[in-house]
């Protein structure tokens, strides 16, 4: 079994900043692509920032300029910074991970979200 546990997320201003952090455990042998999503009131779910396989990452063109997604692979955990926060950006944040598992099957993991409040 594999748990991706989300911390990070509160109320700030407009302009204010907060890093999001989500961290891997258990049954794990590696970690492929680690992103983030988010999910506004009635809307869709959304990505926002990925960290892929390959070592690259990608933004969504709305959050470009203002976040950064990283990671520490050593510890399984990925981080997304967010700066200059606008009330647009109000959501559940979740993370989310493709993950080969110690029985060597590959599987898509989600953490639990933690809600990212913008007042204007």
């Known amino acids: 079994q594999v748990q991706l546990v989300n911390s990070g997320g509160g109320l700030v201003q407009a302009g204010g900043s907060l890093r999001l952090s989500c961290a891997a455990s258990g049954s794990i042998r590696s970690i492929n692509a680690m992103r983030w999503y988010r999910q506004a009131p009635g809307k869709k779910r959304e990505l926002v920032a990925a960290f892929t396989s390959g070592g690259s990452t990608n933004y969504a063109d709305s959050v470009k300029g203002r976040f950064t997604i990283s990671r520490d692979n050593a510890n399984n955990t990925v981080y997304l910074q967010m700066n200059n926060l606008k009330p647009e950006d109000t959501a559940v944040y979740y993370c989310?991970?493709?993950?080969?598992?110690?029985?060597?099957?590959?599987?898509?993991?989600w953490g639990q979200g933690t809600q990212v409040t913008v007042s204007s």
């Open positions: 989310n991970a493709e993950v080969v598992t110690t029985s060597v099957q590959l599987r898509g993991y």
